[in-house]
């Protein structure tokens, strides 16, 4: 079975621009999550969707937006960028209540410059 | 909210046994799942534990205390490829699947 999938892998972007990530979750999966990770602030959560529909959300501004297809995929998107967005940003996923075992994809490497 | 603690750095020696704690505050108690980051790589899910005690899985074992608000990881016969960060998790809450982390422990093994 494949794994989670995650495009691009490496994205660098200007100050002030958008930038859409796509995560494709393993073959029945439904729930998909989506976290920021920093060296200073390590693993953050930003969302969970489940049948398409947010179910929670972390700490974050509003510029963080996601949503999720009926095929669950999931895409987030980040508005006029800042540099304090450069992160590694991973998504994972799991099935219905598997909220202790997520299965990560490799993460799209953001740069904003 | 939800907030773990681990330390942020632990140094062994191959072939030794190490024990990572976490403590956590959680609005509402629904089990402590552990994480393997390598450098590079995504996190890999490890163990989890709903309910107080041990719980082994080859190597890698896991406890949790509830009472005290306590857990930890402990790793028996240390190998090289052991070198990454552990983390501990809690679900975020709200009924959903994501989950909170502790800030990671990097574990350094020596030769």
């Known amino acids: 079975k494949a794994g989670v999938t995650q495009t691009p892998r490496y994205l660098i972007k200007t100050r002030g621009q958008q930038v859409t990530l796509s995560c494709s979750p393993i073959?029945?999966?439904?729930?998909v999550s989506w976290y920021q990770q920093t060296p200073g602030q390590g693993l953050q959560f930003l969302f969970e969707y489940f049948s398409e529909t947010q179910r929670n959300k972390g700490n974050f501004p509003g510029r963080f937006s996601g949503r999720q297809f009926s095929n669950s995929r999931s895409e987030m998107n980040v508005s006029t960028l800042e540099l304090g967005d450069s992160a590694l940003y991973l998504c994972?996923?799991?099935?219905?209540?598997?909220?202790?075992?997520?299965?990560f994809g490799p993460g799209t490497r953001l740069t904003v410059t | 909210g939800q907030s773990l603690e681990q330390p942020s750095e632990v140094t062994a020696v191959e072939g030794a046994i190490v024990q990572i704690n976490c403590t956590y505050q959680t609005s509402g108690f629904y089990g402590l799942s552990w994480y393997q980051q390598h450098d590079g790589g995504a996190p890999t899910f490890l163990s989890y534990n709903g309910l107080d005690g041990l719980e082994e899985t080859g190597r890698f074992s896991s406890f949790l205390s509830r009472s005290d608000s306590y857990g930890y990881l402990l790793l028996q016969e240390l190998q090289m490829k052991d070198s990454a960060s552990y983390f501990c998790?809690?679900?975020?809450?709200?009924?959903?699947?994501?989950?909170?982390f502790g800030k990671g422990t990097h574990l350094i093994i020596q030769p």
């Open positions: 073959s029945g999966h439904r729930s």
């Open positions: 994972a996923s799991s099935l219905e209540g598997g909220r202790y075992e997520q299965y």
């Open positions: 998790a809690v679900p975020s809450g709200g009924g959903a699947d994501g989950l909170t």
